[in-house]
Nanobody, 124 residues
């Protein structure tokens, strides 16, 4: 079993930056690919970013490219999502997710473990 705890959400203004963090426990972290997903009110959960177990491979949704950066610290069992130039449409609950594989993936169904989510609200 993997436990994931997100932190760092909040209310910010458009153009601001925010850094989300996810702390993981219960599985060899370097063997675990991680992802960030988000769900806005009335919408389906969508992929944001993913990173492989080693950290050597990353992928981003088009909406996140150039603004968001996913990173991990395998010594601390954490994965972060740095979000810059935030827009109102980035408003959502952001979820950290873990795979039972070290290979990164953009499909939510490939992730076995999920955190409770952290709210990000971007005002104009």
């Amino acid at each position: 079993q993997v436990r994931l705890v997100e932190s760092g959400g909040g209310l910010v203004q458009a153009g601001d930056s925010l850094r989300l963090a996810c702390a993981a426990s219960g599985r060899t972290f370097s063997s675990t690919a991680m992802g960030w997903f988000r769900q806005a009110p009335g919408k389906e959960r969508e992929f944001v970013a993913t990173i492989s177990g080693s950290g050597g491979s990353t992928a981003y949704a088009d909406s996140a490219k150039g603004r968001f950066t996913i990173s991990r610290d395998n010594a601390k069992n954490t994965v972060d999502l740095e979000m810059n130039s935030l827009k109102r449409e980035d408003t959502a609950v952001y979820y950290c997710a873990a795979r039972e594989s070290s290979i990164s993936n953009t499909w939510s169904r490939e992730y076995a473990y999920w955190g409770q989510g952290t709210q990000v609200t971007v005002s104009s």
